[in-house]
């Protein structure tokens, strides 16, 4: 703000006018009465503007390092609170982290399966596909049709597989298929995938008393998922005025777009299939 050179300058005017204040101020001394109030009448405003400008250059100069000590504190508490936001941000991750995989840990134990921790690398944006990339593979015991499961319920099933990644078609595909029961009244119907996040569970009978809110489980009987695990529940239901079926819509409990880790069940329950008469 201001160079060296010209604050050396100013002192320098400064000095000057004080010492011929002073000189003219001694003078007087030796001066008639009268001649040193005349001197002392016109010098003396000249000594407080003087006095008075010289307080001011000193201020100047004092706010001037005050105001540069303080911005560079300025800057460092800056960075002092980016740091910590930083840090604190990353801690809270690690927190929700951690309670999510709590929560996959402990509905871990409850299956009788043996389960694969895999986490989410990448997903389909297309809105054609439903697909989402594990970072487990082949080399990690994963083969192609194996079953995908969260805690929320069923998240889909493998059907690529490399050496150290997988792909995984969530049920909301429109090629995803799952045999399920509606828990409360156990009737049966097939729930396939919808372009809108929803699925569509067919062949339920017309007769069959279903309601909205039912929860929809997995029946274990397409030889893919575990028995009992939750697929969703019943978000609408349309009866037409022929037809033996109803149209049944099952919303998901989870949000696929959310997902972060997911379990691979290592060894699904195989059935040997009869066809029915």
């Known amino acids: ?14 000095l000057i006018v004080v010492n011929i204040i002073i000189l003219s101020v001694n003078g ?17 405003p000249l000594q407080k503007t003087v006095n008075q400008s010289v307080q001011f250059l000193k201020n100047i100069w ?22 910590a936001i930083d840090k604190n941000n990353k801690y809270r991750e690690i927190e929700i982290s951690n309670f999510r995989l709590r929560n996959l840990l402990n509905f871990r134990k409850t299956m009788p ?31 192609k049709g194996l079953p995908v499961v969260v805690p929320e319920g069923i998240a889909g099933q493998i059907i690529d597989v490399s050496c150290n990644y997988s792909k995984v078609l969530l049920i909301i595909d429109q090629n995803s298929a799952v045999d399920v029961l509606v828990q409360r009244t156990r009737d049966r119907g097939l729930v396939k995938g919808q372009s809108d996040g929803r699925c569509l569970a067919n062949y339920v009978l017309r007769k069959h008393d ?15 998922f575990p028995k009992g695990l939750r697929v969703g529940y019943i978000s609408e239901i349309v009866k037409r005025n022929s ?6 819509t ?28």
């Open 1 to 14: 703000m201001f160079s060296k050179k010209m604050v050396m300058i100013v002192g320098a005017v400064v």
């Open 28 to 44: 007087s001394r030796y001066s008639s009465y009268g001649s040193g109030q005349i001197a002392i009448f016109f010098i003396a």
């Open 62 to 83: 004092s706010h001037y390092f005050f105001l540069v000590s303080v911005a560079k504190e300025n800057d460092n508490l800056k960075k002092a609170i980016n740091h």
């Open 113 to 143: 399966n043996r389960v694969l921790v895999a986490k989410v690398i990448g997903r389909d944006r297309s809105p054609w596909f439903k697909t989402i990339i594990i970072d487990k593979g082949k080399s990690d015991g994963i083969e």
């Open 210 to 224: 279903i309601k909205v809110g039912d929860t929809v489980i997995s029946s274990g009987l397409d030889g893919v």
């Open 243 to 248: 037809g033996m079926f109803q149209e049944v």
């Open 250 to 277: 099952v919303t998901p409990y989870m949000d696929f777009e959310k997902l972060e880790e997911i379990l691979v069940v290592l060894d699904p329950p195989k059935h040997d299939f009869v066809s029915e008469q």
